[in-house]
T-cell receptor, first 116, second 112 residues
Framework: DAGVIQSPRHEVTEMGQEVTLRCKPI?????LFWYRQTMMRGLELLIY????????DSGMPEDRFSAKMPNASFSTLKIQPSEPRDSAVYFC??????????????FGEGSRLTVL | SQKIEQNSEALNIQEGKTATLTCNYT??????LQWYRQDPGRGPVFLLL?????KEKRKERLKVTFDTTLKQSLFHITASQPADSATYLC???????????FGRGTSLIVHP
């Protein structure tokens, strides 16, 4: 398997610009997660999907953040407008609920976002 | 509020020794608890899962304990090697959805 694929790996943008992060989960996985990691706050769950449906978005910091999963093989996390405090590494992860869900996550390599 | 505590200070040990990392949690009753390894610039990688009715779990040189009374998990690496140097994240899984909630991790440095 190719693993979870994220793009871009690095993004540098200016405050106010729109940022779109992309994720391709592992084929056959029915859960998809977006996490954000900073030194101060560690790894925080932003939102997760089950069978392409958003289940819990309570971790999304504010309305500037939105996430979609139009099909089982693709998800986006959008920030509009971006702010310097959004600078972080954003991780996408997927997992399978088959055989009983135990929450083992497979992470991508992350998208490092810098907002100037 | 719910809280997960892992040592913020790096753990430095000599090669060949056993490394022990601690994870304490409050206001949780996790059904499972997971441990992940994260290398610099990489995503976390799943290592082990232990269930609330298991006291101990082993995998090769790794051992995890889970004390639901103390609300604590210990993660041990025996015969440690420099290649074990990384950050180790504890992740209790709570609620009906069992979604992992991560601690901030402890950095382990194994000196040759």
């Amino acid at each position: 398997d190719a693993g979870v694929i994220q793009s871009p790996r690095h993004e540098v943008t200016e405050m106010g610009q729109e940022v779109t992060l992309r994720c391709k989960p592992i084929s056959g996985h029915d859960y998809l997660f977006w996490y954000r990691q900073t030194m101060m706050r560690g790894l925080e769950l932003l939102i997760y999907f089950n069978n392409n449906v958003p289940i819990d978005d309570s971790g999304m910091p504010e309305d500037r953040f939105s996430a979609k999963m139009p099909n089982a093989s693709f998800s986006t996390l959008k920030i509009q407008p971006s702010e310097p405090r959004d600078s972080a590494v954003y991780f996408c992860a997927s997992s399978s609920g088959r055989g009983g869900y135990t929450g083992e996550l497979f992470f991508g390599e992350g998208s490092r976002l810098t907002v100037l | 509020s719910q809280k997960i505590e892992q040592n913020s200070e790096a753990l430095n040990i000599q090669e060949g020794k056993t490394a022990t990392l601690t994870c304490n949690y409050t206001n949780y009753s996790p059904a499972y608890l997971q441990w992940y390894r994260q290398d610099p610039g990489r995503g976390p990688v799943f290592l082990l899962l232990i269930r609330e009715n298991e006291k101990e779990k082993r995998k090769e040189r790794l051992k995890v304990t889970f004390d639901t009374t103390l609300k604590q998990s210990l993660f041990h690496i025996t015969a440690s090697q420099p290649a074990d140097s990384a950050t180790y994240l504890c992740a209790p899984c709570i609620g009906g959805s069992y979604i992992p909630t991560f601690g901030r991790g402890t950095s382990l440095i194994v000196h040759p």
